[in-house]
T-cell receptor, first 115, second 113 residues
Framework: GAVVSQHPSRVICKSGTSVKIECRSL??????MFWYRQFPKQSLMLMAT?????????EQGVEKDKFLINHASLTLSTLTVTSAHPEDSSFYICSAIKGGDNEQFFGPGTRLTVL | SQKIEQNSEALNIQEGKTATLTCNYT??????LQWYRQDPGRGPVFLLLIRENEKEKRKERLKVTFDTTLKQSLFHITASQPADSATYLCALGEDQAGTALIFGKGTTLSVSS
């Protein structure tokens, strides 16, 4: 199989705090992981591409100092939303590529609510 | 800029009928196109992948067509069931390793019994 997990599944925090979201590939190694954000009734929007052992590549308009990404190992990438504000409230989804065929497997998502 | 459109935000059909969802794209030449199912509050689940040199792909009650001339993919669910109710996303991809998918907004399908 190819299972991707995310933790936590849901988080509520106060404005100004930082939140870390973990994305793990449970039964395979992923050299590349992606972080997406999805607002209600909207498409998944790519935020950044995370490569193990190197700096993440951010999409235009995504602040790298606000959304810190660390791909520490072949099975773990983390997204930290620093100094979160209500407008950061969204559904954050990661995906991981397995093997060389570019097939992506998605995590279950993390619902972030900033009060 | 690249644009991908799923023609209906919502589609309501009766159980047993065939649901047909459309995905159109512009300013892009994808190597393949994928269809995903997404339930509320969940991540997308992969359904089917069709490559640019393939015209049709089937998997159980699902059928996907890909017309690179029209820049369009059709996604069919035959003998639809209430359990098929979900949002269906199409996504375009390239063969280059490590490239992300480009997603449409999705079509929410409701199958009534």
């Amino acid at each position: 199989g190819a299972v991707v997990s995310q933790h936590p599944s849901r988080v509520i925090c106060k404005s100004g705090t930082s939140v870390k979201i973990e994305c793990r590939s449970l039964d395979f190694q992923a050299t590349t992981m992606f972080w997406y954000r999805q607002f209600p009734k909207q498409s998944l929007m790519l935020m950044a591409t995370s490569n193990e052992g190197s700096k993440a590549t951010y999409e235009q308009g995504v602040e790298k100092d606000k959304f810190l990404i660390n791909h520490a190992s072949l099975t773990l990438s983390t997204l930290t939303v620093t100094s979160a504000h209500p407008e950061d409230s969204s559904f954050y989804i990661c995906s991981a590529i397995k093997g060389g065929d570019n097939e992506q497997f998605f995590g279950p998502g993390t619902r972030l609510t900033v009060l | 800029s690249q644009k991908i459109e799923q023609n209906s935000e919502a589609l309501n059909i009766q159980e047993g009928k065939t649901a047909t969802l459309t995905c159109n794209y512009t300013n892009y030449s994808p190597a393949y196109l994928q269809w995903y199912r997404q339930d509320p509050g969940r991540g997308p689940v992969f359904l089917l992948l069709i490559r640019e040199n393939e015209k049709e792909k089937r998997k159980e009650r699902l059928k996907v067509t890909f017309d690179t001339t029209l820049k369009q993919s059709l996604f069919h669910i035959t003998a639809s069931q209430p359990a098929d109710s979900a949002t269906y996303l199409c996504a375009l991809g390239e063969d280059q390793a490590g490239t992300a998918l480009i997603f449409g907004k999705g079509t929410t399908l409701s199958v009534s019994s």
